[in-house]
């Protein structure tokens, strides 16, 4: 079916960046082989470190946790110079949208709702520029996936399949996740 799988997520890892506020990553060993007989680590992070999703009920109370439907299937990859040039022009994109180099406009964040895409995916430990949260709003309100912190460099733009799957915690505002593109 697929001869090419690209894992885009981004290594977790002490001490990794996070969004300013967010609670540091900690990854320590807890058991070891020579002394314990197995090898064990304790990973403290936020819902919201490296490689993650954002749910609805990250901005908005009581938000149901999107279907995972949404989170796998045909993406287009596409810079975001293209983005901008088949938004103008209505050229085709799949309902799963993966921006390689840079991050959707209030206004092209309108215009793949109005599309119905499904999840929007960028490089960016967040969507969009500063602290205005109206890209967010927009696309959480609409039902839209975020997904951050995605690693692209190897990521050859145009159709490929998505799979990222967010951890299954007890959590409802989203959760770090493993992104893979197949070719």
Request: with cysteine; proline share 7%.
């Amino acid at each position: 079916m697929f001869s090419l799988y690209i894992d885009v997520s981004r290594k977790v890892y002490g001490g990794m960046p996070v969004w300013p506020g967010d609670p540091e990553v900690k990854v320590e060993r807890h058991l070891t082989i020579d002394d314990d007989g197995c090898s064990v680590s304790a990973v403290s992070m936020g819902t919201h470190t490296g490689t993650h999703m954002d749910f609805p009920a990250h901005l908005l109370k009581g938000s149901p946790t999107p279907q995972i439907h949404s989170m796998v299937g045909p993406c287009t990859v596409i810079s975001i110079d293209r983005l901008k040039m088949n938004l103008r022009e209505a050229g085709p994109l799949a309902e799963r949208v993966i921006i390689k180099g840079g991050r959707p406009s209030f206004s092209d964040a309108y215009s793949l709702v109005e599309l119905g895409i499904k999840l929007v995916g960028v490089e960016d430990l967040s969507i969009e520029e500063g602290d205005s949260l109206e890209v967010h709003k927009l696309l959480l309100e609409a039902g839209v996936v975020i997904l951050e912190g995605l690693r692209l460099d190897d990521a050859a733009e145009g159709p490929a399949y998505l799979i990222a799957l967010p951890l299954s915690l007890d959590a409802e505002d989203g959760a770090p996740a493993r992104a893979v593109l197949a070719y």
